[in-house]
């Protein structure tokens, strides 16, 4: 079975910290996906990587950045955490085949206060 | 810019009932993905549909891909409690690595 793995159920922060969120995956996946997920909104792509130290942004990467240093732990940073980033941040992670499906970890609520 | 809707948005039926969720998309794409959430919890994959005609079968539940209309289909048999959950689909474009395009979601209430 794929396990894909995140650092914390829940969090809460003040705002203007930094904030780093880690997803491992144990399935050897080139690709995975950062995603937040609000009410009313659906799942949002923040970034996606499709290797080590690749990435590529996705629909709302404003106030995020990523690293991905080895090919099963792919983390989201908040440089300066915001209220308007509270949110469910769900990570991903997929096989290049052709089925491309992802799988997801149980997800962060963050709490930015 | 791809977009994907689905409806409706909520349902709520009653156990033993039919219902069928549609999900719209509105760009070329060959592979349909659909999810389960349950409250408080992560995304659970429940079928990848390939290409056009394609059908999967799970229980009560049975998906379905017409590339040609952009259109798939959750058709929930005989409902039961435990199916209440939110159902996502998604869609993959082409040469866009391997990104997903989330459906805004259909929150299912089977009510005893």
């Known amino acids: 079975d794929v396990k894909v793995t995140q650092s914390s159920r829940y969090l809460v922060k003040r705002t203007g910290e930094k904030v780093f969120l880690e997803c491992v995956q144990d399935?050897?996946?080139?690709?995975m996906f950062w995603y937040r997920q609000d009410p009313g909104l659906g799942l949002r792509l923040i970034y996606f990587s499709y290797d080590v130290k690749m990435k590529e942004k996705g629909d709302i990467p404003e106030g995020y950045s990523v690293s991905r240093e080895k090919k099963e732990r792919f983390s989201l940073i908040l440089e300066s955490a915001s209220t308007n980033q509270t949110s469910m941040y769900l990570c991903?992670?997929?096989?290049?085949?052709?089925?491309?499906?992802?799988?997801f970890g149980p997800g962060t609520r963050l709490t930015v206060l | 810019e791809l977009k994907v809707e689905q409806n409706p948005l909520f349902l709520s039926m009653q156990e033993g009932k039919n219902y069928t969720i549609y999900c719209n998309y509105s760009t070329t794409s060959d592979r349909l993905y659909w999810y389960r959430q349950d409250p408080g919890k992560s995304l659970e994959s429940l079928f990848v549909l390939l290409s056009n005609g394609a059908v999967k079968q799970e229980g009560r539940l049975m998906a379905s891909l017409d590339t040609k209309a952009r259109l798939s289909t959750l058709h929930i048999t005989a409902a039961v409690h435990d199916l209440s959950a939110t159902y996502f689909c998604?869609?993959?474009?082409?040469?866009?690595?391997?990104?997903?395009?989330f459906g805004g979601g259909t929150r299912l209430m089977v009510k005893p």
């Open positions: 399935m050897d996946h080139e690709n």
């Open positions: 991903a992670s997929s096989i290049l085949d052709l089925r491309n499906e992802q799988f």
């Open positions: 998604a869609v993959d474009i082409k040469n866009a690595g391997n990104m997903l395009t």
